[in-house]
């Protein structure tokens, strides 16, 4: 399931960045993929969407947010964590 969850959720930030899969790193931030705060939404809106979630994120404050922006791998870390709440 791990790894199902990683694929897609690069495929998400990729889509939003304009960037192939390939060039998505786990230690990567939005920032070094170029996803603004608008893309960020569209995002958290695409995982939502993907895997039947809610995301706990609020735009207007995203560093207080439960969800981990950090990385593409915290977030992939986080959508895991709650895919596996809602069996």
């Known amino acids: 399931m791990a790894d ?3 694929n897609r959720m690069i ?3 990729a889509e939003q960045a304009v960037l192939q899969p390939s060039e998505i790193r ?3 931030t ?3 993929l170029g996803i603004d705060s608008l893309g ?3 995002a958290v809106f695409a995982i939502e ?3 039947d979630i809610q ?3 609020n735009a207007n404050e995203p560093d207080k947010s439960e969800f981990d ?3 593409v791998a915290s977030m992939v870390r986080a959508v895991e964590h709650l895919v596996a709440a809602q069996k």
Request: hydrophobic share 55%; proline share 8%.
């Open 11 to 13: 495929a998400i930030l």
């Open 49 to 51: 969407e993907a895997f």
């Open 30 to 32: 939005l920032s070094d």
């Open 55 to 57: 995301v706990p994120f």
């Open 26 to 28: 786990p230690d990567a």
């Open 4 to 6: 199902s969850v990683e």
């Open 40 to 42: 960020l939404v569209e």
């Open 69 to 71: 922006i950090s990385t």
